[in-house]
């Protein structure tokens, strides 16, 4: 595997489902990131982790709650979740999130979980 | 609030073509913006980016005109494929110790052959 991947890359759930988004980077990244992708939309920014440690929660409701156990692994558990929380979930990594002389600290993307909840 | 106004929401361009997309922001506080290209199925990834301390960049077929002045920043297609037919995100980043990433709302590219 390379990059930055996601699991599932489809989820249909319940509004009274518990369920877990995976995100694995291989990149030897040490930041990473939570987007929501609505359509016609920005992308909003959820979560940041840098170092395993959460850096930024964008006001994100609890029914949302990630996990980051190390560097390379981003979980983001669901429950309870409301129809217009269904988007595509898209998980970033970045080297860090401090500024850094020339680095651009590009972001890359994985190809995002469609998550539908009914 | 830090936005990136992007216009237009969707463009259709003939083989050959120049495309054009323009963004506008209010912080003048952004350090880095760039422009992301994302095909369905796919994150969106970093296609060009600019600093504000030049006014044009190009690569290939793929050009960013900056106007500090103005606030506003535009990416060029030029030679429209239809391989780049997707939605680009414009996006634009600030000073501090997060430097989150702001994007634009996208717009969604096609090209016809």
């Known amino acids: 595997e390379t990059g930055v991947t996601q699991t599932p890359r489809h989820l249909v759930m319940g509004m009274t489902n518990k369920k877990s988004l995976k995100c694995e980077q291989h990149?030897?990244?040490?930041?990473m990131y939570w987007y929501k992708q609505s359509a016609k939309k920005p992308l909003e920014l959820m979560f940041v982790?840098?170092?395993?440690?959460?850096?930024e929660n964008n006001s994100v409701p609890s029914r949302f709650s990630p996990e980051c156990p190390n560097s390379s692994h981003l979980f983001l558990h669901l429950h309870t979740l409301q129809p217009e929380d269904s988007a595509l979930y898209l998980c970033?990594?970045?080297?860090?999130?401090?500024?850094?002389?020339?680095?651009?600290?590009?972001?890359?993307f994985g190809p995002g979980t469609r998550l539908t909840v009914l | 609030q830090q936005q990136v106004k992007q216009s237009p929401q969707s463009l259709i361009v003939q083989k050959g073509g120049i495309s054009i997309i323009n963004c506008a922001y209010e912080n003048t506080a952004f350090d880095y913006f760039p422009w992301y290209q994302q095909f369905p199925g796919k994150g969106p990834a970093l296609l060009i980016a600019?600093?504000?301390?030049?006014s044009e960049k190009k690569e290939g077929r793929f050009t960013i005109s900056f106007n500090k002045s103005a606030k506003q920043f535009s990416l060029h297609i030029m030679d429209s494929q239809p391989g780049d037919s997707a939605t680009y995100f414009c996006?634009?980043?600030?000073?501090?110790?997060?430097?989150?990433?702001?994007f634009g709302s996208g717009t969604q590219l096609t090209v016809l052959p």
């Open positions: 600019i600093r504000p301390d030049v």
């Open positions: 982790y840098n170092f395993k440690e959460q850096t």
């Open positions: 990149l030897g990244h040490n930041a």
């Open positions: 970033a990594s970045s080297q860090d999130t401090l500024p850094g002389g020339g680095s651009y600290n590009e972001q890359f």
């Open positions: 996006a634009a980043r600030g000073f501090g110790s997060a430097r989150q990433l702001t």
